[in-house]
């Protein structure tokens, strides 16, 4: 059983630049949610999707974008990147959607500084 | 408001007991226990759905109040590996009734030998 990957392991980019972070979710998960980390914090919820569609949404400006595809893979785009987007940027994989059942399996991670 | 854990930082000897609690000022439906060592992602320890459920998992083991919105993490005879951060985790729906999950504010615990 393959785990949750994510590319790449880090990342630096300038203010108002765009980033894309991607993700493989674990297999037979058909979910993937999205988390920044700043230093220090706790993981903070972006958004989830749930068989291509966002199925849910944390306190984020628009900037902040998603995608799934039909193999539940999913990328995670930031436009004009400012400087407190610089954090770890965690994707996580589940089966089924809303729910109580999301036992969540982390990715490593992106670290993306901006610059 | 997310969840508040406490106490937020503690410090053990190997093979000391510790107690981690969760407390939500929302309802909690299903709470979710993780561990994250530096440097790495949270890995997920357990999961409880209903109130007064209580699982295990080797000398961790947990319980969920779900009259009280609370639920504690107890870490019996602590190992080295279990030093980390410690963070519950639940599931609300937004204002639009939309699915967000929270995590609580972490419980920094390290284990010294």
């Known amino acids: 059983e393959t785990g949750v990957t994510q590319s790449p392991t880090h990342l630096i980019k300038t203010r108002g630049q765009q980033v894309t972070l991607r993700c493989s979710s674990q297999?037979?998960?058909?979910?993937v949610s999205w988390y920044q980390q700043a230093l220090g914090q706790g993981p903070q919820f972006i958004f989830q999707?749930?068989?291509?569609?966002?199925?849910g949404r944390g306190n984020f400006p628009p900037r902040f974008s998603g995608l799934q595809f039909p193999n539940y893979s999913s990328e995670l785009n930031v436009n004009a990147l400012e400087l407190d987007d610089s954090a770890l940027y965690l994707c996580?994989?589940?089966?089924?959607?809303?729910?109580?059942?999301?036992?969540?399996?982390f990715g490593p991670g992106t670290r993306l500084t901006v610059l | 408001q997310q969840p508040v854990q406490s106490p937020q930082a503690v410090i053990l000897r190997e093979g000391e007991d510790a107690v981690i609690n969760c407390s939500s000022s929302?309802?909690?439906?299903?709470v979710h226990w993780y561990r994250q060592k530096h440097g790495e992602a949270p890995v997920f320890l357990m999961i409880?759905?209903?109130?007064?459920e209580q699982k295990g998992h080797d000398k961790i083991s947990a319980s969920f109040n779900e009259k009280k919105q609370q639920s504690s993490l107890y870490l019996t005879a602590s190992q080295l590996s279990y030093s980390g951060t410690y963070f519950c985790?639940?599931?609300?729906?937004?204002?639009?009734?939309?699915?967000?999950?929270?995590f609580g504010t972490g419980t920094r615990l390290k284990v010294l030998a």
């Open positions: 985790g639940t599931e609300w729906a937004g204002a639009s009734g939309t699915y967000k999950y929270i």
């Open positions: 297999s037979g998960h058909n979910t």
């Open positions: 929302k309802a909690l439906y299903s």
């Open positions: 409880l759905l209903k109130g007064g």
């Open positions: 999707y749930y068989r291509e569609e966002e199925n």
């Open positions: 996580a994989s589940s089966r089924g959607g809303t729910g109580y059942y999301n036992e969540q399996f």
